[in-house]
């Protein structure tokens, strides 16, 4: 033992402790945020009021709450696509509007949002090529998105030709394709049926799993909630606030998972914390 080097020359400079100090380790860090759309005007809306919220990267965080209560706009927030009334947001320890122009987030809808008249693979390379990235760069990386989401072989495919589900995974494979470290999804599997849903949750679990993304997730269901989550964000309206933060602690998620007691402890839980609010 005594070859070896003391603790504090072993430890890793690019490693800091997070207990050390939280701020640049932070994938994204919301302070004091709150949201007036049309303030002054007959028709303002108070969308969000204090907000405070700070994502470590790997976690995969939902926020659910009622409709309007502002998840779309504190997505919208993140995604820089919206500015703040007050507060800050910074993403990757930037201001987000820094963080959309690196492009350190993916973000995908309700709707896949493909184009018909290009083939799937080529709706993947669109930003790519947005981008000026060159021909075969573009056809590499598209590539093996297709790969990651399982859709290898409908590279040549048009959009109207494959499921909604499969239309889910190539809008999945276009926001990964800069290989963000964040992806920002809003509901993006409210229009699948149940077991179609299912599945897509399983899929976008094992691509995060896989990707090492931090998630950042959109939804009106509470089971997709907690099956999905680390954590999951409860949100109140009126303005909209974070009314709770429920830690789910499931481990790894399997078809056992949605028969398990815990897992159903947690739906009660999550379910009760959006009763109180809606009192
Ligand atoms: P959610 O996604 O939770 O359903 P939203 O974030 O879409 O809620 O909306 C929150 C509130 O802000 C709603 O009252 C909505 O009408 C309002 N809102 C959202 N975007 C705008 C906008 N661009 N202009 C005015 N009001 C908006
Ligand atoms: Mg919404």
Redesign the pocket.
Known sequence: MSEQPPVDEVAAPTAPDPADDAGPSLVIDIQGVT?V??PGRA?Q?D??AEIDLAVAPGEFVTLI??????????L?LIASL?APTSGSVLVNAKPAEQARLDRDYGMAFQTAGLFDWRSVVKNIELPLELMGWSKSDRRRRATEMLELVKLGEFAGHHPSELSGGMQQRVAIARALAFRPSLLLM?EPFGALDEMTREHMQDELLRIWTETGTTLVF?THSIPEAVYLSTRVVV?S?RP?RIAATIPVDLGERSAATRDDPAFFAKVTEVRTALREEEA
Do not use: Y
């Open positions: 949201k759309f049309n028709n809306v969308a969000l709450g009622p409709s309007g209560c502002g998840k779309s706009t504190l919208r919206v809003d959109v949100m309206p909209g």
